[in-house]
């Protein structure tokens, strides 16, 4: 993806936290930082794939961008489809019900996300009535459409989700999500409940989308695997912190976080040669209500020194937009992947 | 936990007071009250003047304090109650309210406990016995059978009984507590046997909803309990089957039924009332039926705080209990 | 783990639903499949039908009084007749009233000179339905015979007709008092677990307060306190008001745990997502999803009140003569004499008892199929 793409959507010290409540009086005896200080840009056309192992904000950081949950502390720019840049975490809940039409989600659990009381039609329509953009029978022309183009038979419009295999399902939440002609879709693991058959069908189908309809995405994967292919840049993210973010060759090649290079040892690859080495994470993933001092990682990082525990790293740009949050970025030489 | 009690008790004294305020207002809603009906009773009876019988009952009002307004009357009332233990005064009974509470009282616990025991022994057995046999004639017939208990209204449960028993099985006398030839006896053991033979018959009312209750929530926890894991474990296991479903299983389902003892009090107070008014007891359900239809304010408005607050404070019991044998429940 | 070559291009995605049966036709199919459940349909749907259509299944107007046929018994219905000779037409006799020439008490004889044949769809008092005036009637008697079934009342009114007429009070209060019932529950359960917060700290203190209050003596009381100088109409709005308004806490707090754990699910995030506002939300997420929990405390609901209202109304509480319900009809039946020499004005005693049994038995049966994927 071009550089010269004018950025889209801009993340700046993005904070969520959620109080821990305790006794009689629900004294907030502490915060879990789920999101804590995040920075991120997206360009205009491009996917940006979020990665980070189980519980490490993602999801949380998706739905305080579009303000699913309220954000403790932040700014979120947005561009508009008018050129306007708005910050999103200031907007009215009215103005942020227009910007819906241009933000959209696709959620992780084709099971949990589509009203089971809806029929197809209804589920998919849904985005039109809110935003009364079509009425009556054009909502169900429109409907119709949005079917087709994601692959799934108009003809089981009146049918209820029970009634569709989990593939499927998830193609319904596109087509939902595509309604309104959204600018940015931000994929909160979409394929990581599917059969592995099934999840290439459906990243391959969003691919396919988002070339037909100029879409810019921010696609959420606990898995280096599974957004490889479709990202044009990766970030990496660490108990709420981001840990590292660049091209994804880049990233992907020659990783500049000790994080990433122990991300990237575990992903499973054919040739056996490329990959000899598992570095095996020592420890569990912190709390993210009471996170190691310093650097985040340093507990688990096997390069960790002294400093590593009392001075945390800024994320920093080494060059050519390749941010790292690591003390040491430009003194290792770490492993990537060089194909998969 | 500790917080969780001590959460619980606190939330419990502003509700008393609310229910406290509440009772006192309900109680005062109808128009008038009792002196106005002596009033027009001095008048037509006693042959006094328009003027004379409104000014006799406006002195009877300041000496009971019913001239003042009506949160004032609410605040010398809750506040005599919790100083003195002072319900305030009964016009229709002539004497202190808590007095012919307590009086009364005590045939209420009597039957009310006697007809809630018989009625959770008997349900808890029938109920054993149905879920052990699920699918028997037996199972099909108590179930069925405990349908019907619970669509009888009392009242009429209490009428079709009464009915049966003077007119089909020539019982002398029912309704009350006694022969009208033994109200004034000494207790021998004539007198006894005479009670005895009135006694039985509101227990048996009041108990029928109650068995049929208590069967229907026994058959379903230990169908529920059968089915969990660990009973399946035990049969498993190879303990005899006796052993797994009264050690195991029975004591499991009985957690909600003795959780529900905490309530049962107000319950069984109110449940024995339609009943005690039927047939005329001597116990709080007709009394309280009377003051209200005489506006005997205080003594009401008494009966139905004393009960509210029996309530609250069973509510508060079977939700510490159910806690304590229940760890899975969360505190919050 | 994706493979570039794995591409199966979308041609072989344009697929079918791979999953049957609707949710609604699972619950059907276990409902059926329990005889109490549709024994209890059957009841309540005969219920229902007998007080919607009452006049027309009356023969006589339950409000006409004739004072010399105070407590006439109950006519039976002959197909064989006094020499033993059958009919196919059912028929009645009328009743003679004499003096026991031993005890001097009234006696009622059949008077076996004269056959009524019952006919069907018949002509007789008018009613109105929706103001049209009407005199078809179910059955009747040709003229010079009677037809009650039930007896007569203290006044000589035709207690059939009455219990016909008391079903649409009785039944009609409490499916008002239900509805309204399920509607504040509803809609004070789904607030209070969807806004959460205060909201529902304030909302749950309210159905705790409610809850603390023991049933029967607070309908008592507050019931005396309706105006004896109100009309028939506004006191039964007022009872059922009454009903409606302090029966709600249970489904409320039912519809609160639903709506709680639905909450969580991420369709209903997916909802405001695409910028539903709460009241759509509400009605088009949540409360959907909670139906099938509203319907059956709806159905356990109705018997409540109809013994509720029974109870208050025997006891001269609730509602009162002239207006006719079953409780109401029940009040000649405090009497135990009374009761006892004319045991037939008890019969509306066992209309109560049936049609609570019938949504007792529905409710039963909608409730364990409302759940289809549970084995029980
Ligand atoms: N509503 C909430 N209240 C309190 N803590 C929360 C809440 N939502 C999330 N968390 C916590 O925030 C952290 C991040 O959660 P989040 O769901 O964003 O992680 P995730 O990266 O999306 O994980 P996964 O891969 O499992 O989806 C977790 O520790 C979680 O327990
Ligand atoms: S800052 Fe230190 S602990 Fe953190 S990643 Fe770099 S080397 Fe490891
Ligand atoms: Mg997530």
Redesign the interface.
Known sequence: MDKQNEILLEVKNLKKYFPITRGVFRRVVGYVKAVDRVDLFIRQGETLGLVGESGCGKTTLG?SI?R?IEPTDGEVWFKTGKGKKLDITKLEDRE??SL??EM??I???PY???????TVMDIVG??LI??KVAQGKEIEDRVRTLLKIV???PR?MR??P????G??RQ?I?IA?ALALNPRLVIADEPVSALD??V???V???LE?LQVQFNLTYLFIAHDL??V??ISNRIAVMYVGKIMEVGQAEEVYQGPRHPYTEALMSA??VIDPDVNPERILLQGDVPNPANAPSGCTFHPRCRYAKKICSQEEPPLEDIGDEHYVACHFADDFSLKGIRQ? | MISYIIRRIL?VIP?LL??SI?CFV??Q???GDFLTAIESQLKSQAGLSEEESRKMVDEMRKTYGLDKSMPVQYLIWIKNIVTKGDFGYSFGYRKPAQEVIWERLKWTMIIALSAHLISTLVGLLIGIYSATHQYSLGDHLST?LA??G???????TA??I??LL??RFRVPH??GLSSPEYVLATWNWAKFVDFLQHFWIPVVISGVAGVARNMRVMRANL?DVF?SQYVITARAKGLKERIVLYKHAVVNALHPIIAYQGVAL??I??GT??TA??LNLPTTGPA??DA??FQDTLL?GS??LM??VV??IG?LLSDLILAWIDPRIRYD | ????N?????KN????????E??IQLVWRKFKRSK?AIIGAILVIIMAILAIFAPFFSPYNPLKIDHRASFSPPQRIHFFDDKGKFHLRPFVYNLKLELDPQTWKRIYREDTSKRFPIYFLVRGWEYKPFGIPCKLHLFGVPKGGSIHLFGMDNYGRDLWARIMLGGRVSLSIALLGAILSAFIGSMVGTISAYYGGITDMILQRIV??L????????W???S??I?ATWSSLYVFIAIMMLFGLLSWTPLAREVRGKVLSLRE???V?????????DA?IIF??LI??C?SHIIVILTLTI?WLI?AE??LS????GLQPPMVSWGVL?QE??N?QT??RH?WI?IP?AF???T??GF??LG?GLRDAADPYS??
């Open positions: 739905r579009l699913l942020i019900k819906r039409r959209r989600m959620f992780q659990d949990g996300s589509l009203n089971p009381r809806m849904e985005p809110i935003h692959g799934l038979n089981y049918r209820y029970h009634e569709f295999s593939g499927q193609r939440g939902r592995v058959s999840q290439a069908q990243i391959n189908l396919d695997s599974v490889y292919h992903v499973p998969f | 939330y509700l609310a229910v509440v309900i109680i809603l109808p128009p069925f349908f019907i619970l669509s009888f209204p009392e009242f009429f009428l079709v009464m009915y003077v007119f029912v309704g169908l089915r107000p319950y107070v109110q009332m339609v008014i039927v309280f039926y209200l239809v009401a009966f139905l009960v509210t309530l609250v509510n | 783990m994706i493979l570039k794995e591409r199966s291009r979308k995605s344009f697929a079918e639903p791979v999953k049957g609707a949710y109490t705790e307060f809850q603390s209050f023991p049933q029967l003596p607070l008592m009381a507050l005396i306190a105006p699910q991420e369709f995030l997916s909802a405001k997502e695409a910028g539903a506002s759509r088009k997420y959907p999803n139906l018997p013994l029974s109870t025997f006891l001269g509480l029940l039946a405090q135990l009761m006892g045991l008890a005693g109560i008892v049936i609570v049994l007792n038995f039963d084995r029980r």
